[in-house]
C-alpha cells in the first residue's frame, strides 16, 4: 500500500509556457502532500506544503505566483510551473503523507524531469 | 527551523567493507529520521527510520543510532555490496506541518568491487 504516482514522467517544453504536474496517491487518502526540486547531484530541496482544500504554505524564496500549487482532493495535487524559463529545468518530487494515522512516513512519486529550451 | 547536516558528502569503500554515513540536526524537537537511498533518476526509497524514543534499530545488514543529546544520528552498512552503490540522504521532522520533513545534503556512495 501507500503508492504515489506522477504525471507526466518527463516533459520537454518552450521558455514562456506553463506546464502542469500532477500528484496522486493510488492507494490512501493524502492529507499532506509536498512538492521538492531536486538540481543534478544536490539534495531534495522542499518547495511547498499542499494540503486538501486550504492554500499551500511555501519554503522562503520559492515564488508562489511562479509555481502554483492546487490541492483539490485528498488523491490529488498538482504543481503549475508558470512561463518557464531554462533555470526552472529540474527534477520535480511529489510526496504524501498521512499524519493523522500516527503514520510518520513520506511516500514519495516517482519524479517528473522537466526540460525548459 | 531545522538544519540537518551531512558528512561525508561522498564515500569509496570496497565491497565487503562497511559504510558509515553521520547526520547531525539542530532541532531538538525532531522525532523522527529516516534514510533515503536514491539511484539516479528514481525516486528516494526509504531504507530504514528510527524514532526519538529508540538508540538503535537494525534490518539485516543496515542500523541506524540515534543520539538525543548530541543530536546526531548515524547509517551503518555492513558488507557492503555494489547494489550500495547510490546517493543516501538522510532527514529529520519534528511531526509538526504534516510531517515535514528537512533533508541532508546527501551521500555519494560507490562500492568498488
Known amino acids: 500500500g501507500a503508492v504515489v504516482s506522477q504525471h507526466p514522467s518527463w516533459v520537454i517544453c518552450k521558455s514562456g509556457t506553463s506546464v502542469k504536474i500532477e500528484c496522486r496517491s493510488l492507494?490512501?487518502?493524502?492529507?499532506?502532500m509536498f512538492w521538492y526540486r531536486q538540481f543534478p547531484k544536490q539534495s531534495l530541496m522542499l518547495m511547498a506544503t499542499?494540503?486538501?482544500?486550504?492554500?499551500?504554505?511555501?519554503e522562503q524564496g520559492v515564488e508562489k505566483d511562479k509555481f502554483l500549487i492546487n490541492h483539490a482532493s485528498l488523491t490529488l495535487s498538482t504543481l503549475t510551473v508558470t512561463s518557464a524559463h531554462p533555470e526552472d529545468s529540474s527534477f520535480y518530487i511529489c510526496?504524501?503523507?498521512?499524519?493523522?494515522?500516527?503514520?510518520?512516513?513520506?511516500?514519495f512519486g516517482p519524479g517528473t524531469r522537466l526540460t525548459v529550451t | 527551523g531545522e538544519n540537518v547536516e551531512q558528512h561525508p558528502s561522498t564515500l569509496s569503500v570496497q565491497e565487503g567493507d562497511s559504510a558509515v554515513i553521520k547526520c547531525t540536526y539542530s532541532?531538538?524537537?525532531?522525532?523522527?529520521f529516516p534514510w533515503y537511498k536514491q539511484e539516479l533518476g528514481k525516486r528516494p526509497q526509504l531504507i530504514i527510520d528510527?524514532?526519538?524514543?529508540?538508540g538503535e534499530k537494525k534490518d539485516q545488514r543496515i542500523a541506524v543510532t540515534l543520539n538525543k543529546t548530541a543530536k546526531h544520528f548515524s547509517l551503518h552498512i555492513t558488507e557492503t555490496q555494489p547494489e550500495d552503490s547510490a546517493v543516501y540522504f538522510c532527514?529529520?521532522?519534528?511531526?509538526?506541518?504534516?510531517?515535514?520533513?528537512?533533508f541532508g545534503g546527501g551521500t555519494r556512495v560507490l562500492v568498488k568491487p
Open positions: 510526496s504524501a503523507s498521512r499524519p493523522g494515522e500516527g503514520d510518520y512516513e513520506q511516500y
Open positions: 492507494d490512501f487518502q493524502a492529507t499532506t
Open positions: 499542499s494540503n486538501e482544500g486550504s492554500k499551500a504554505t511555501y
Open positions: 532541532d531538538s524537537a525532531s522525532n523522527y
Open positions: 528510527i524514532r526519538s524514543n529508540v
Open positions: 532527514a529529520g521532522s519534528d511531526g509538526a506541518a504534516g510531517n515535514k520533513l528537512t
